[in-house]
């Protein structure tokens, strides 16, 4: 039981999908000398890396040409200068989380001339609008923890492999991103947590795997809103503000879905799933009736629901809420928790 508990816990607290999760690369043991002409505050144990992380770096240091991936982050830089990167401008992989980086330092001829750029984890800076202009080799885009009020909608433009897009933590409105994420053809992932959205994301594209958008003002979900998202198998609106009525019937429908935590809401009952659900998380909703035909449309001795796990801790339920017929049709389910 313990060690299935507290996955779900680690699942719970947003540490699930661990595929995407990550660690920089560690600086590879193995070189002990840096290649020449590496800046002694770095160490470039290959010609095309250069690892300037946690080292207190107020500035963008000297760049030898021929790196391709440059390590940045957890430093104390303010400021990316005109012509730092001329050196450079090929640049694969930029990172610079955790600095203290504003929009208005980032000069032109600086990460708008890296036309090779894949990979940009811009995180916890204080940037209020997305840097760039971006090249449209983009494939992953970090920002989350930034101060962003505005994203542009021409910002994504033309980046047909940009597959992860991290935009949690800011402040983002539903006008904001309106038209942003227009045009996209392999998103995979959207994290747009903890801004200021009232409604779920316009307009984004059909490729996703990945929606998050927990910690905002949402109140429902339009009908047909993931119909649009055919692959769509891990939703998250938790710690909104979801009422029944901003549930229209079938919204959830779908047969890719895997996983749908609508926790910490105002649902009053449970709403309609679909047969191949794997994963609902009601807990803290003030959910008042256990009702089975939500969950089980046709149960039969042959059909059941798919569910392994299901929250409904701190709703006004009770085990006894539950319906006779309910273990037939919840059988997969090794978690139900009410309590
Ligand atoms: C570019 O590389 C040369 C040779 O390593 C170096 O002298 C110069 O300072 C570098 N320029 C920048 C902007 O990093
Ligand atoms: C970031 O800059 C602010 C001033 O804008 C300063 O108060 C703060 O100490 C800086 N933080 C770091 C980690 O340098
Ligand atoms: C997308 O990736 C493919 C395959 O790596 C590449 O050929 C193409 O140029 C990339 N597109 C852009 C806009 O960079
Ligand atoms: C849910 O979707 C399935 C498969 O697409 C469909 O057969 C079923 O009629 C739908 N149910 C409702 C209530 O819309
Ligand atoms: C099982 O459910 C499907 C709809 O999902 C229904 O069409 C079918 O008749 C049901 N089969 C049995 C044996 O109840």
Not at 180 to 193: E, H, M, Q, R, V
């Amino acid at each position: 039981m313990f060690p299935l508990s507290s996955l779900l816990l680690a699942s719970l607290l947003g540490l699930g999908i661990c595929q995407y999760d990550y660690d920089y690369p560690p600086e590879p043991p193995y070189a002990v000398m840096s290649v020449p002409n590496c800046v002694p505050e770095c160490y470039c144990p290959l010609p095309t890396a250069m690892y300037c992380d946690d080292r207190k770096l107020k500035y963008v240091p000297i760049i030898p040409m021929g790196i391709k991936y440059l390590y940045l982050q957890n430093n104390l830089i303010e400021e990316i200068k005109a012509g730092v990167f001329d050196n450079v401008t090929d640049l694969r992989w930029l990172v610079i989380d955790n600095n203290n980086i504003t929009s208005d330092k980032i000069q032109a001829g600086t990460i708008d001339k890296l036309t090779s750029l894949e990979k940009t984890l811009f995180s916890y800076n204080k940037l209020t609008k997305p840097p760039g202009p971006l090249s449209k080799s983009m494939e992953e885009l970090r920002l989350t923890g930034n101060q962003l009020t505005s994203f542009p909608s021409g910002t994504l433009a033309g980046m047909q492999n940009l597959t992860m897009l991290y935009l949690a933590k800011n402040q983002l409105t539903t006008e904001s991103i309106a038209g942003a994420f227009k045009g996209l053809k392999s998103l995979l992932l959207l994290d747009i947590s903890e801004n200021k959205l009232k409604k779920l994301p316009a307009g984004v594209p059909s490729s996703l795997l990945m929606l998050y958008a927990d910690n905002n003002d949402i109140e429902g979900v339009p009908a047909g809103y993931l119909a649009k998202l055919p692959e769509l198998q891990y939703l998250r609106v938790s710690h909104n503000k979801l009422v029944d009525s901003g549930i229209p019937a079938g919204v959830f429908n779908i047969s890719s879905l895997l996983e749908l935590d609508l926790s910490f809401n105002k649902l009053k009952s449970i709403p309609e799933i679909s047969d191949s659900l794997e994963h609902l998380y009601l807990q803290v909703n003030e959910i008042d009736k256990f009702d089975l035909t939500s969950i089980c449309k046709f149960t039969s001795p042959m059909n059941y629901s798919k569910l392994k796990t299901l929250r409904l801790d701190g709703n006004l339920v009770t085990h006894r809420s539950m319906p006779d017929d309910t273990s037939n049709c919840l059988r997969m389910a090794s978690e139900i928790i009410f309590e």
